[in-house]
């Protein structure tokens, strides 16, 4: 897991930099300040879930983790890509839609920190 986790997580990092860059440089003209506020809000939240990305990985590495860490970070993956993805698309677009998937991405990144504090608390009992 932990190269893969890590890697994963440094390209995000990388994503979401170039997409804050983006936000800044080339949209402040063209987006209203409400949605350019929606589009900072998921490169935040993306850079945020791209370095616990890489911190699990370090984590899993230190204490051999099994499937609950691996799990965790998926669900963290996995929701980043819903939660800033719906946001980025909702700025850019204005479908208001969107903003009914945006809560399924943050559950799925709440369900899995939950998978890595579970995780975290077994091996502290061993």
């Known amino acids: 897991m932990f ?3 890590f890697a994963i997580g440094a390209l995000n990092a990388a ?10 440089h080339g949209l402040e003209q063209k987006l209203t300040e409400h949605y350019l506020e929606i589009f ?5 939240y993306h850079m945020y ?6 911190l699990i990985a370090l984590f ?8 609950l860490v691996l799990n965790g ?3 963290i993956l996995t929701g980043m890509i819903i ?8 700025a850019l677009t204005s479908f208001s839609k969107l903003g009914m998937v945006t809560p399924l991405g943050g559950v799925a990144i709440l369900a899995g920190w939950t998978c890595v504090i579970i ?3 077994k091996k502290t009992k061993e």
Request: charged letters at 15%; proline letters at 2%; a positive charge.
């Open 3 to 5: 190269p893969k986790y």
């Open 15 to 24: 994503i979401a930099i170039a997409l804050g860059a983006f936000g800044a």
């Open 40 to 44: 900072e809000t998921g490169v935040r």
């Open 49 to 54: 879930n791209a370095l616990g990305l890489m």
């Open 60 to 67: 899993a590495k230190q204490i051999a983790a099994g499937k």
């Open 73 to 75: 970070g998926r669900l």
């Open 83 to 90: 939660f800033s993805g719906s946001l980025y698309i909702l």
């Open 119 to 121: 995780a975290a608390m």
